[in-house]
């Protein structure tokens, strides 16, 4: 167990913790509300008890390790097995896996979330439409390096009886990740050779 500062910094890992226990357990997907609902149901309402994203996902890991155990860890093997497939599905457009599913703070709840490269959106649309897949259509608002915030379409669909999001980038961006709303760096994206390896655990 880490030593603190100060109170300041207990009351972020309390906050920290209790906004991760809302997010496995509850399924908030969203950090900053998490966080929020975490400091005023603890009474830490004070700026300076708020924890950063990163800190966050530090204490979703660590909540998944404690009460989750083997029993997480074989959500995610299956959750990435699953991601293959879908890249497999979507391999001419050089599939990357992003989010929980590759970084192992996954839950039931969670999206296996994709990114794929195509001259438009329309091509990812006619693609999963020929696969037989149904799909909705969303908008996801990313950061880029150069600190401009862009829309970009996606769809979402399901694929062995999980949700797949799959986010349309041009074919240049497949060289530069958005920033990761995380820790503001770019974004860890893993191709079908890594995503094998992390499922099989080779």
Same mark, same amino acid.
């Given at each position: 167990?880490? $030593?603190?500062?100060? #109170? ?6 309390? !906050? ?7 997010? !496995? ?11 929020? $609902? ?14 950063? #994203? ?5 204490a ?42 590759? #970084?192992? *703070? ?6 296996? #979330? =994709?990114?794929?490269? %195509? ?8 693609? =999963? ?19 401009? *915030? ?15 999001? %799959? ?14 709303p ?5 974004m ?15």
């Amino acid at each position: 167990m880490p $030593k603190f500062a100060d #109170n300041g910094d207990r009351a972020r890992q309390l !906050v920290a913790q209790e906004a991760a226990r809302l997010i !496995v357990d509850q399924g908030m997907r969203d950090y900053r509300a998490a966080k929020i $609902k975490a400091a005023e149901r603890l009474g830490l309402r004070s700026r300076g008890s708020l924890p950063g #994203n990163a800190e966050i996902e530090a204490a979703v890991s660590e909540h998944h390790k404690i009460f989750g155990g083997e029993a997480h860890a074989a959500l995610l093997a299956a959750m990435r097995r699953t991601a293959l497939s879908a890249m497999e599905l979507l391999a001419d457009y050089e599939p990357r896996l992003v989010g929980p599913v590759l #970084n192992g *703070t996954a839950d039931d709840n969670s999206a296996v #979330n =994709l990114h794929v490269f %195509a001259d438009s959106a329309e091509v990812i649309a006619f693609a =999963l439409a020929d696969r037989g897949l149904r799909y909705r259509p969303y908008e996801r608002r990313l950061k880029s390096r150069q600190g401009r *915030t862009e829309s970009y379409a996606g769809f979402r669909f399901v694929h062995l009886e999980t949700t797949i999001e %799959a986010t349309v980038f041009p074919f240049d961006g497949l060289r530069q990740a958005p920033i990761s709303p995380i820790d503001g760096r770019p974004m860890r994206r893993a191709d079908r050779r890594i995503v094998s390896e992390l499922a099989t655990g080779s």
